[in-house]
């Protein structure tokens, strides 16, 4: 504050002398500043606390205190919503406010989100925009959803109430907009749990018509000039249960549309012998070639492979490596489903090629 009692005299001689210099806002002394929050009640600061903020830099462009404030109030802005961090900038902006002679705004300043740790969320420990989440197919609704929890105690709605339900997670975004009360945002930070998120992004898949879960998917999945649209809802409805996100869904039905590269090891079923894998898919071969296609459906065939599997120690002799070769990975759907989705030809092929593998 060495400039703060410059005479106008000292001023002007340094303007004149080319000095450079800075316009800083001029804090009154001994002044209580107090103003309403929303979230934390009514806060005071004492301005003998704060220091005499710069507001237009040297090279003449605004700080973004001076910046933000004016901004709002040509945007009319009537609440200003911002996290806990920007608590001790607001006497600073009330006091502009002022000075300026506009009207305040009511302000309402929110928890941090926070790591598991409780740390603070940041870039250094994972991914903090939403862009980030909605690349790896997180749902815009599930991402509304689940944020709008965080520090926020919804209560029942009367539609909740209704229903005599003691407890609601799930929110429409209408009933967000009817819900909704800063009053009630928890003051302590909020833990960003992902397993939590993942959770409500599945609620929110397993809502999708065929259609909607098609085509909110198409953009993770390869190629699909191979398949039907009817071929590629089934197999995204047998992953949409287990998935938590459409990026997760997009890599787990991969294999059908390029069978990944994979270790003859993968086709055997504990102890077998080669020669008993080889046995074991060329039995499975016989019966797709032996099943005409009106019959080739998952359910037909489970029929078929289950009767056969009768004919071997246990079922896993044929149904492992048979699974194992149309899916080139060690967890996968029922190899019934993938037979009736892949169809004869390939399925016929990927079994020709894993027999190959141990020949």
């Given amino acids: 504050r060495r400039c703060r009692k410059l005479s106008k005299e000292e001023i002007e001689k340094k303007l004149e002398s080319g000095a450079p210099y800075v316009i800083r806002m001029k804090i009154p002394q001994g002044r209580k500043i107090e103003f309403d929050d929303i979230v934390r009640g009514k806060i005071s600061y004492n301005s003998d606390e704060l220091d005499d903020q710069v507001l237009l830099k040297s090279d003449g462009y605004p700080t973004y205190h001076l910046a933000v404030v004016v901004d709002d109030h040509l945007m009319q802005i009537s609440h200003v919503t911002r996290t ?4 001790p900038s607001t006497p600073k902006h009330i006091l502009l406010y002022e000075y300026l002679g506009w009207e305040i705004p009511r302000f309402a300043h929110l928890p941090l989100l926070l790591n598991t740790d409780k740390t603070k969320m940041s870039k250094r420990k994972g991914d903090v925009a939403v862009e980030d989440y909605i690349k790896k197919g997180y749902l815009p609704q599930a991402m509304i959803n689940y944020l709008a929890l965080l520090g926020w105690n919804p209560g029942l709605s009367p539609e909740v109430l209704a229903k005599g339900e003691h407890e609601q997670e799930m929110f429409s975004m209408q009933e967000l907009i009817r819900n909704f009360d800063l009053h009630k945002v928890h003051k302590a930070g909020a833990v960003f749990d992902i397993e939590k998120l993942n959770w ?8 999708f018509s065929d259609e909607e879960l098609l085509e909110k998917t198409r953009p993770y999945l390869p190629n699909t000039k191979d398949f039907s649209n009817e071929q590629i809802i089934r197999m995204l409805n047998l992953e949409k249960e287990r998935s938590a996100t459409l990026a997760a869904i997009g890599e787990s039905v991969k294999f059908y549309f390029n069978l990944p590269e994979y270790e003859s090891s993968l086709l055997k079923w504990k102890d077998m012998a080669d020669s008993d894998i080889k046995k074991s898919l060329e039995t499975s071969r016989e019966i797709i070639s032996q099943t005409d296609e009106q019959s080739f459906t998952s359910q037909k065939l489970s029929e078929v492979f289950l009767e056969k599997a009768k004919g071997f120690k246990n079922r896993g002799e ?7 070769s149309l899916s080139g990975q060690k967890f996968s759907p029922p190899p019934f489903d993938i037979l009736e989705i892949l169809g004869k030809g390939k399925s016929s092929e990927r079994i020709n090629a894993a027999i190959e593998k141990i020949s």
Avoid: G, I, V
């Avoid at 806990?84 to 608590?87: A, M, R, S």
């Fill in 84 to 87: 806990e961090e920007w608590l």
């Fill in 200 to 207: 409500f992004n599945s609620q929110y898949l397993r809502k």
């Fill in 318 to 324: 044929l149904l492992w490596p048979l699974r194992a």
